[in-house]
Each structure stands twice: as C-alpha cells, then as structure tokens.
C-alpha cells in the first residue's frame, strides 16, 4: 500500500474498509522507498520501531510534507492571482484603447 499524502484521504480509506455494519481491517503494508519523498530515511524508521512509534512517525513526517506542498502551491496561487490581474489590467486599457 501507500501512505496517503493526506491525512484525511488515510480516514476515508479506513472508513470504506467496512461494508453494511460490518467491521472492516486495515494496515500498512509499506515500502521503505515509497516513504522518501516523505523525507524518511531507513535510519528514522529503525529508530521508530525499536522506540514503539512507528506511526507517528509516519504521521508527523506526512503533516510536515502537506505543510511544504501547500506552502508551494500557495506561491503559486499568488502568482497565479497576480497575473489575472495584470491580464484585466491589460483588456481594460484595450477597451479604453489606452
């Protein structure tokens, strides 16, 4: 499996895990290279099985990863928002043939 980028998409997923009222199972079957763009090392996850936190480890690395993309895409919208701006700067001043 895979750890989800985000914390409510692993919520949902538990969730569908159980059908009518049935209890369902769920559990993280993970590769050690899935977890590097995570920024974990296979140094990090020794450690956090021999002190018993693996997943909050898992967890508090996700929240740091959602954190920095959503930095990033919130350049991105400014730039974004910045050049619409300009854009209907541009169309007014053609209208007004300035």
């Given at each position: 499996?895979?750890?989800?980028?985000?914390?409510?998409?692993?919520?949902?997923?538990?969730?569908?895990?159980?059908?009518?009222?049935?209890?369902?199972?769920?559990?993280?079957?993970?590769?050690d290279k899935s977890l590097e763009k995570f920024l974990i090392t296979k140094e990090d996850i020794d450690n956090a099985r021999n002190a018993g936190n693996f997943y909050p480890l898992l967890h508090s690395k996700r929240c740091e990863f959602f954190k920095s993309q959503y930095a990033e895409s919130k350049k991105y919208v400014d730039y974004a928002a910045n050049e619409h701006k300009l854009g209907e700067e541009l169309i007014a001043a053609i209208?007004?043939?300035d």
């Open positions: 499996t895979f750890l989800s980028e985000e914390f409510s998409e692993e919520v949902q997923i538990k969730g569908r895990t159980a059908r009518q009222g049935s209890y369902g199972s769920y559990s993280l079957v993970l590769c209208k007004r043939n």
